[in-house]
């Protein structure tokens, strides 16, 4: 019997959980998906959570403190505040998701690829990359939608043009670094087709960056989603979103502070969501055996 | 010259312990040995034997991440008493160290030339003119042709058997009486090997420097040492002279070991293997760690540690059946 | 020996692979530097043999291997299959000799895709190669296991639970699946600790004549060579200096450098010790490969002629061919 034996023996057994489990069992983890699985039950059933109708003004109400008909107070129209942050979850998830989905799919296919062929298609990337890491992210969108024209589509095209090019630098080093791997190499010999080898042997073996940037990416996305709606450029008032909540209480930021600060804590705290899912999870898609 | 019968270096009862997990790996497990003025003694075992640890908890390098102990006698002070501080007018200057990978021992962005007077500075007490004459005298004694041209140069301008050259003129700077060797010839080719092999063995004759000269590959203990302790599984196994243990050994690993090295056997024909993969060391057997591999064991291996015990004439080994084994490869 | 058709040849192999130039190289009008990785490599394999490549780090003999697997496109030359000339035009002949020419790697660690599990590499092989029906897979992987002597248990793991000894027989397996002719082994056991290397080196003689393999053991290992080879060929800075029979070579080296190579092999024999380098010097860069005779600068044995003229590789007896001006003069000596 080996010590390992023993020492299982007079320790009373309890049930193993999955290595993978158990690293989702973290408060880190944990408080992240709380917020994210709040998040969206908040945003596909907002009508369920939101105490009054975010449009309806009530003038007999205007500019009131928060108090506990209306938790985070109300706007100069006497729209509550609550309701209103509450709806905005359903624009800026879908800001969060549609800003990057697609951005990240054209991003991995074209970095997998160049980094895979490399050749004259490679240094054209190269030069993109220097062109477009040059501008400010934020600069370049805007300047994308001020030719497009303002609202959510036009953003959601604008941030996709810029932003894939992030991606696809990043599946091409990953890559790159898989490719010293003896694997792809073998996955040559053995007379497989380069898109096998690219989509079923490498990519998988770089996604854990990719899954971590892609969630901070989406955090990221909510705070462009707000500022370009702060700048009148995003979703379009009367909507409700974060950012043109903060902007319709900016007037008022001295009489009116929970206006812009109810918002804004959203804004945070959504993002945290993001940031800690995708630490716990760039961990647990790591391959086992790997450090 | 020092009286060649006095141990300059006693290991004894000598265990590092990791703790990972909230388990204890034992990485070396109570060994014991001696090293003379001038001697070369090779520590040889398979990857995970704990033949490097061992030579890092004789250094001090091992218990930044474990716990070591026992004792280690350097000229009949225990060295494991010693705070790190103490141990630095005797770590680098009477006792020096040499990696398997110079390159990343040596500072990259320092020259060779300042890295040599470095530690002569540190260790001697020499002038700035003295510490650059002594500095190319140290690179010429190692090998390195046009020593004084060389020493403005930066490691990476180095081939991998110069840059071994040039650790080992570092760690002769201090003068040093002993020389530790980890697995020094590993990375190179077999014939830059033999002339680092050949260099050490002229330091050790010439210099009268002691070395333990850590290694995986029998043919470099066959060619370089005096005494050889075979390792397994964190203990020592087997110990003597290498014209005994390599021409009569005594425990069927050092056994398996020498067995399975393709010489002096019909080509092509199989090669005499030891079954199974070494033990992990969170999964140590309870008896002798060889057992489960060995085509002797019995129940008492299962059962029981085996002691190391001296063999009559200078050999030393830890098996149950050690006379038995004698038998066979005599006949 | 009877003479049979090679299976594979390779005839006056050249690969150099450009460094890049950096701006500061530009700028100083430096010349684009070229590591010359293989310099006219021609060779013979016979089917069934196991042809030994053996030299320094850095020699090519790697590269060799790779251009052999097609992982690299040679610049100049020509490998010919079954008498076939294997060009780039053809792509099923291409498929085909990527079937029948099989590689394995020397870093355990690094040449399994760590996110499949041992079935899912060996299916995948067999199905892209429809090597057996689909009903017929489960049944191909076992007997796979078999072969290469792993539990059946080892099918559902992933690679990080198995040990070094065994990822190599993993690898081994997944070489075989595909039934290939030539096996290309560079390293394969290098990494190995000497115990488990006598398994694998025992398993991959026993399935060579099992399954009447034809092997190229790339190692520079010289023991292990010896004793795997039928013959070797001994490469330094991209050309063979010698090639022949393995136990006459090893016995009587001709070429200088395969003398040095063999004496330099520490023996296990404490008895046999020499006492001064088998050779001074140290293999000159890939990038700066000397003019005339690789080797003249570290050879004792160096005339003018050496420093100027490029010894051809030829026969000095029908065991063996050397690229050396004074073979005969060294042998008759």
């Known amino acids: 019997m080996t010590q390992l034996d023993t020492l299982q023996a007079t320790t009373p057994q309890k049930k ?11 408060p880190g983890f944990l408080l992240g998906f709380f917020i994210l699985s709040s998040s969206i039950l908040l945003a596909v059933f907002p009508w369920a959570f939101a105490p009054y109708d975010p449009n309806a003004f009530d003038f007999n109400a205007i500019q009131k403190s928060p108090s506990w008909a209306h938790p985070f107070g109300t706007d100069n129209l006497g729209r509550d505040t609550l309701s209103r942050v509450i709806w905005a979850y359903q624009v800026d998830m879908q800001i969060a998701f549609f800003a990057t989905f697609f951005a990240m799919v054209i991003g991995v296919v074209v970095g997998s690829l160049v980094a895979y062929h490399g050749g004259i298609a490679d240094v054209l990337f190269g030069r993109l990359v220097d062109v477009t890491i040059t501008f400010p992210f934020l600069v370049l969108v805007i300047a994308v939608v001020a030719v497009l024209g303002p609202g959510l589509t036009n953003m ?15 599946t091409r080093a990953e890559i790159m670094t898989q490719m010293t791997s003896d694997y792809a190499s073998a996955g040559r010999v053995m007379g497989y087709s380069s898109t096998r080898i690219i989509f079923r042997h490498l990519l998988p073996n770089a996604t854990t960056p990719l899954i971590t940037y892609w969630m901070t990416d989406m955090a990221l996305a909510i705070l462009l989603g707000s500022s370009l709606g702060y700048l009148g450029l995003g979703a379009q008032p009367p909507q409700a979103e974060w950012g043109v909540l903060i902007a319709e209480g900016r007037n008022f930021i001295t009489t009116a502070w929970w206006m812009s600060l109810m918002p804004g804590i959203a804004i945070v705290v959504t993002g945290l969501g993001f940031s800690l899912v995708g630490d716990s999870l760039a961990d647990v898609l790591r391959p086992r055996g790997a450090s | 010259m020092t009286n060649q019968n006095e141990s300059l270096l006693q290991v004894r009862d000598l265990t590092t312990t990791f703790h990972s997990k909230g388990r ?59 705070t790190d501080k103490q141990l630095q007018c005797v770590r680098g200057s009477q006792i020096s160290m040499i990696f398997q990978e110079p390159m990343t021992s ?50 990476h301008q180095f081939s991998g058997g110069m840059r071994q050259r040039v650790m080992i003129a570092i760690a002769l700077a201090s003068n040093p009486e002993l020389l530790l060797a980890d697995e020094p010839t590993t990375a190179l080719d077999v014939t830059i090997q033999d002339q680092i092999l050949q260099l050490l063995l002229s330091l050790a004759k010439n210099l009268n420097i002691a070395i333990v000269l850590v290694t995986h590959d029998l043919g470099v203990v066959a060619q ?29 690993y050092t056994l398996g070991l020498l067995k399975s090295v393709p010489e002096n056997i019909p080509p092509r024909t199989p090669l005499y293997s030891v079954p199974g993969t070494p033990p992990a060391l969170d999964a140590l057997p309870k008896g002798c760690a060889f057992a489960p591999r060995c085509y002797k064991a019995e129940d008492v291996c299962l059962g029981s540690k085996p002691l190391l015990s001296q063999l009559g004439d200078g050999i030393s080994s830890a098996c149950h059946f050690t006379a038995d084994i004698r038998e066979e490869v005599l006949a | 020996m009877t003479y049979e058709a090679p299976v594979l040849e390779v005839e006056g192999l050249h690969l150099h692979f450009p460094l890049k130039r950096t701006l500061f190289d530009a700028i100083q009008r430096k010349e684009k530097r070229i590591v010359k990785a293989l310099n006219g490599v021609s060779l013979e394999v016979k089917r069934g043999e196991t042809l030994g490549i053996v030299g320094e780090s850095g020699c090519g003999k790697s590269t060799l291997a790779r251009c052999l697997a097609r992982l690299y496109e040679v610049d100049k030359g020509t490998i010919r299959y079954d008498g076939q000339e294997v060009a780039a035009k053809d792509a099923g002949a291409l498929r085909e000799y990527n079937r029948k020419v099989q590689m394995m790697f020397q870093d355990p660690y690094s040449s399994l895709n760590p996110r499949m599990t041992v079935r899912q590499v060996l299916a995948e092989a067999l199905r892209v190669h429809n090597m057996r029906p689909l009903e017929q897979i489960n049944d191909r992987i076992a ?77 520079h290992d010289l023991r292990l060579v010896r004793h795997v080879s039928h013959r070797v060929a001994v490469i330094y800075l991209g050309t063979i200096v010698e090639i022949g029979d393995s136990e006459q070579l090893f016995n009587a080296p001709k070429h200088p450098y395969s003398k040095a190579l063999l004496a330099a092999a520490p023996s296990l024999d404490p008895d046999k010790r020499h006492t001064r380098p088998s050779i ?30 490029t010894p051809r590789l030829r026969a000095l007896d029908e065991l063996g061919n050397v690229a050396c001006h004074h073979a005969e003069a060294l042998l008759s000596a």
């Open chain 2, 24 to 82: 204890a790996l034992r990485a070396v497990d109570g060994i014991s040995f001696d090293v003379r003025a001038g001697e070369v003694l090779g520590l040889v075992g398979e990857s995970g034997s704990g033949k490097s640890i061992s030579l890092r908890s004789i250094i001090g390098l091992a218990r930044d991440y474990g716990t070591v102990e026992g004792n280690v006698y350097w000229k009949g002070e225990d060295l494991l008493t010693r």
């Open chain 3, 280 to 309: 001074s010097g140290e293999l000159p860069s890939p990038l700066n490969v000397p003019k005339g005779c690789a080797f003249h600068a570290r050879c004792p044995h160096a005339s003018t002629q050496c420093q100027s003229e």
């Open chain 1, 156 to 170: 959601y095209v604008a941030v996709t043009l810029v932003q894939w090019v992030y991606y696809a630098r990043l």
């Open chain 2, 106 to 155: 040596l500072n990259p962005l320092l020259t060779v030339g300042l890295q040599i007077e470095e530690n002569l500075k540190a260790h001697t007490d020499l002038d700035r003119r003295a510490r650059k004459a002594r500095a190319i005298e140290l690179l010429d004694t190692v090998g390195i042709p046009s020593a004084s041209s060389r020493l403005k140069d930066f490691p």
């Open chain 2, 224 to 252: 370089t040492c005096d005494r050889v302790a075979v390792m397994y599984a964190g203990r020592l196994v087997e110990t003597g002279s290498v014209r005994d243990v390599l021409k009569r050994p005594q425990h069927p």
């Open chain 1, 16 to 26: 193993k959980l999955h290595p993978r489990v158990k690293a989702l069992l973290r």
């Open chain 3, 143 to 219: 007997e796979l296991l078999d072969l290469v002597r792993l539990p059946q248990d080892a099918a559902d793991k992933l690679p990080h639970e198995f040990s070094g000894g065994q990822r190599q027989r993993i690898a081994i397996a997944r070489a075989l699946s595909v039934e290939p002719e030539v096996l290309v082994a560079d390293e394969l056991v290098s990494a190995l600790d000497v115990s488990v290397q006598a398994q694998v080196v025992n398993l991959l003689l026993e399935l060579q004549d099992k399954l009447d393999l034809t092997i190229l053991f790339v190692a």
